[in-house]
Nanobody, 131 residues
Framework: QIKIVESGGGSVQAGGSLRLSCTAT????????VAWFRQFPGKAREVVAA???????????LCADSVKGRFSISPDNDKNTVFLEINSLKIEDTATYYC?????????????????????WGQGTQVTVSS
């Protein structure tokens, strides 16, 4: 059974940085699409970053316009882990962050940012940014 686990969230001051981790059991993240989403209270989940690196191809990354330049997604293939680096944190980044994997199919170029494209989700990790 595939299990996705996020970690690394916490409480930080505005301007600080965090590195969130996503690990998986019974699933190899390396060659499969993976994405990070976040969810604000009462709101739908929104994508922040996604990556896909099929064997023999270069890694492809996508990042939401709202976080470009501050958020970065990267894999650690040796540890079967995908990181989300968050820099210059803002109070409005306060949310629960989720890792998603288990591709449901379709062209990644058009579906990478769609929650329904992923079948497996972690429980989320909370990020709280204060002034």
């Amino acid at each position: 059974q595939i299990k996705i686990v996020e970690s690394g969230g916490g409480s930080v001051q505005a301007g600080g940085s965090l590195r969130l981790s996503c690990t998986a059991t019974a699933y190899t993240l390396r060659y499969n699409p993976v994405a990070w989403f976040r969810q604000f209270p009462g709101k739908a989940r929104e994508v922040v970053a996604a990556f896909y690196a099929p064997a023999g191809t270069e890694l492809s990354r996508l990042c939401a316009d709202s976080v470009k330049g501050r958020f970065s997604i990267s894999p650690d293939n040796d540890k079967n882990t995908v990181f989300l680096e968050i820099n210059s944190l803002k109070i409005e980044d306060t949310a629960t962050y989720y890792c998603a994997a288990g591709w449901a199919g379709g062209d990644w170029r058009y579906r990478a940012l769609v929650p329904e494209a992923y079948k497996n989700w972690g429980q989320g990790t909370q990020v709280t940014v204060s002034s």
